[in-house]
């Protein structure tokens, strides 16, 4: 028999199974999945430090103590979103020798988000495939569930599936009135219920429930309160009897919450003694289980009983009831008990309640005087009917079973507004509803069918809907006869065309050969395979399936960028547009485009133009394409690399940053170059088809220019020379910066280049430069001699 066991700390869960609980244990190795709760409650204090601090010391010291050999997991949530039920993720498979990457995942976890600790525990369980052998779960709490699941509720449906489920549950710092749910899941599943207040508390309620998950005993637990539900007594004395067994009590205790291992499976008499009164109560355990026994001291109570309609048979299952104090100045009311038991016994002190049954989406409440004395009998009529609901596509079909959404709403009230009374993603469910009309909706596909109803108090009815639906199956072929495809495609359904023929669409889907549900009628279906479209008219008929292959009469291009005969195709850095036929007037309409260096395209047949780029070379292609056949195009650019640097004098490195380049072509028939590239990188590589280049590097006031040639499928390389220094100049006044170059054989000087800076840092070319401060009608002057690949400094203030 394989156990294993979930711990859930509003923070964390272990699901392991008790063959690999602890190291010593010389059992098999198990599978295992820690589930760690780091929602934003885990942020506060408890004595001993934060809540997620003391969970991640705990997580450490369990996965330091676990067989290396078991298969252990990691599972978080509310860890990655704020509000976000579905933020559950499993972080580390469970496989040997994790604890490593678990306790570093640990680390790394944030509360952030709320608490699914329902949904977390059984997807943790169903993970590890728990329907298949008997399950101990230990659940330790700081809060209740946040996501609209209720873990008692979620206990009984598993035991409905013949799920042999266990949780024992230990609640971490819960306020009063919290815990109800949580106790409820474990005595429904047989557990135990344990409370901690601190880190030791916790601590030791853990190490309990792992031991007994390691090596179940049969032990009773028992509880002493002064009502059901209600919070804990203390000083009560237990006696423990086993059947047969005389006088003499076999375990004897004290306390509020007691537990006390048993000998063996059976029967046991349970003596409770409290201020000179007695209660006892029979127990009967099996073997390996947990009981928990409620001793309730109170003399007064409720015992409630639902019915459907006056004059009904009482509800023997499925009704939750609810137990209220009298109401505050604001109208509030405090939960004093609560019980999924259909005839509980809520044991209370004398006093105004409100009890409240649900069942199913049917709720009826009524205010109750309890009075010393004997438990009254308080019957509680919720007025409600029972709808088992199927679909059927049309007349004469069977019910659908599969992939249908119900929705159930009550009448439209002045407005027209209706509300929502319960929905179902079961193909055939039952509702539990409260008398009276309602409207249920369902859905299949892009299909709906909806029904007015009355639901009659304490009537059972069949209820089918009528969808008038078919289906349509659709495949795609890139010629007639061929294969059907089986990837890439993309599908529209679009309904009729209004009076302006405008049509709405009403599916659509991303499978290659997908079957969609839709109402009868005529649709128009469009499909897309890359840049290939194709459309064609159906039409959808109750209660049949449409099969419709597509015909494309398309074909696929394999295009590929040469820089010469021979070469390797460009593997980047290539974008590629295809245009069709040119029309009476030379236009082509773009039929695709792509930025992959070597793209696959689908394209109707016929003829098209494809152009490419590569960098600044450009290459262009006729090709035409035949329905059904798959064809490499290689197109030949005719063009190579030119990789540029400047340095600032012969043999120094490449200058680092501050160039500007321009690549310009040969000279037309007037001497003017057009401009074929540029760039602002300090060490470019520009892609340029094939032929000859002026290339000129600009740093400051720095120029140098350089002729070369580019080779088709080669790189050339170049550095070109600034033959220029750095100019470092600093001021105290205000005023701007003029450098002026040599004088020429007229005297004149010519202006290379200027700055506002009150320090500026200039690229000045080699030679004697005259430098001139000047503020207004202040002016200062200085010749300076620039060094090649050399700083020079130089203040000079305005006088």
Request: charged content about 25%; some cysteine; overall charge negative.
């Amino acid at each position: 028999m394989n156990r294993c066991f979930t711990s859930v700390l509003t923070g964390w869960a272990l699901l392991i199974g008790t063959s690999g609980v602890l190291a010593q244990q010389p059992a098999p190795a198990s599978r295992a999945i820690i589930v760690f709760d780091a929602s934003g409650s885990m942020y506060s204090e408890v004595p001993g430090g934060v809540k997620i601090d003391i969970a991640k010391k705990v997580v450490s010291d369990i996965v330091g103590s676990i067989d290396p050999a078991m298969e252990l997991g990691l599972m978080a949530y509310g860890h990655r979103k704020k509000g976000d039920c579905e933020d559950i993720e499993l972080l580390v498979p469970p496989q040997p020798g994790s604890s490593a990457a678990i306790l570093k995942a640990v680390a790394g976890l944030e509360p952030k988000g709320k608490t699914p600790l329902t949904a977390a525990v059984i997807q943790a369980a169903k993970y590890l495939k728990f329907e298949e052998a008997k399950v101990s779960v230990i659940l330790v709490s700081d809060g209740v569930e946040t996501c609209d699941k209720d873990p008692c509720m979620a206990a009984e449906e598993l035991e409905r599936m013949g799920v042999d489920f266990t949780c024992h549950v230990i609640g971490f710092d819960l306020k009063p009135g919290e815990s109800s749910g949580l106790e409820c899941l474990a005595k429904k599943t047989g557990g135990m219920y344990l409370a901690a207040k601190d880190a030791a508390s916790l601590k030791t309620s853990l190490e309990a429930a792992m031991k007994q998950v390691a090596k179940p005993v049969t032990t009773l637990v028992v509880e002493a309160k002064k009502s059901s539900g209600g919070a804990l007594i203390e000083g009560v004395n237990f006696q423990v009897f086993a059947e047969g067994g005389g006088e003499n009590a076999i375990a004897t205790g004290s306390g509020g919450r007691w537990s006390t291992e048993l000998p063996k499976a059976g029967k046991y008499t349970l003596s409770a003694k409290l201020n000179g009164k007695t209660v006892e109560l029979e127990a009967t355990v099996k073997e390996g289980d947990t009981v928990t026994k409620e001793v309730v001291f109170a003399e007064t109570g409720i015992k409630g009983v639902a019915y459907a309609k006056e004059g009904g048979t009482a509800f023997e299952k499925d009704v939750s009831w609810d137990l209220f104090g009298a109401a505050d100045a604001e109208g509030h009311r405090e939960t004093i008990a609560t019980s999924y038991e259909a005839k509980p016994f809520l044991k209370v002190a004398a006093g105004k309640y409100l009890l409240t049954a649900t069942r199913g989406d049917a709720s009826a409440s009524v205010e109750v005087t309890v009075k010393e004395g004997a438990p009254q009998e308080v019957k509680v009529i919720l007025g409600s009917g029972n709808l088992k609901l199927n679909a059927i596509s049309a007349e004469g079909q069977p019910a659908i079973t599969k992939d249908i959404s119900w929705d159930i709403y009550s009448p439209p009230d002045a407005e027209g507004q209706r509300k929502k009374l319960g929905n179902s993603y079961e193909a055939q469910p039952k509702f539990t509803l409260p008398s009276g009309p309602c409207l249920v909706v369902a859905e299949y596909g892009s299909a709906k069918g909806q029904k007015e109803i009355e639901v009659k108090a304490g009537e059972t009815q069949d209820i089918v809907v009528l969808l008038g639906s078919g289906k349509l199956k659709l495949s795609v072929i890139l010629e007639e006869g061929g294969t059907a495809l089986t990837k890439d495609v993309a599908w529209d359904v679009f309904g009729e065309a209004d009076a302006e023929g405008n049509r709405a669409k009403v599916a659509n889907s991303y499978d290659a050969q997908p079957t969609l549900s839709l109402p009868a009628g005529k649709y128009q279906v469009e499909v897309e395979v890359g840049n290939a479209k194709g459309k064609v008219m159906v039409e959808i008929k109750a209660g049949a399936t449409l099969e419709k292959v597509v015909s494309l009469g398309a074909g696929k291009i394999k295009l590929s960028a040469l820089t010469t005969e021979g070469a390797e195709a460009l593997s980047k850095d290539v974008t590629w547009e295809v245009f069709g036929a040119a029309d009476a007037e030379g236009n082509r309409t773009k039929a695709g485009y792509s930025y992959d260096a070597l793209p696959t395209l689908s394209l109707p047949a016929g003829k098209f133009l494809v152009q490419l780029e590569w960098g600044s070379a450009k290459a262009k292609q006729e090709v035409e394409v035949a329905a059904g056949k798959f064809k490499e195009v290689p197109i030949i650019i005719n063009a190579g690399t030119l990789a540029l640097s400047a340095v600032m004098t012969e043999g120094a490195d490449p200058a680092p940053e501050g160039i500007n380049w321009d690549v310009f072509g040969e000279a037309n028939a007037e001497g003017e170059r057009p401009k074929a590239s540029y760039s602002y990188d300090a060490q470019p590589k520009l892609h340029l088809t094939a032929g000859k280049y002026l290339v000129v590097a600009t740093r400051g006031a720095a120029v140098a220019q350089m002729e070369t040639e580019v080779q088709a499928g080669k790189m050339t390389t170049k550095a070109l020379n600034l033959n220029a220094g750095t100019l470092k100049l600093s001021s105290s006044t205000p005023g701007s910066w003029d450098i002026y170059g040599p004088k020429d054989g007229e005297g004149n000087r010519k202006k290379l280049t200027y700055s506002y800076d009150a320090e500026a840092k200039l690229f000045i070319p080699a030679g004697k430069v005259l430098v001139v401060r000047s503020e207004g009608d202040k002016k200062a002057e200085q010749e300076v001699e620039i060094k090649a690949n050399a700083p020079s400094e130089l203040t000079l203030d305005a006088k």
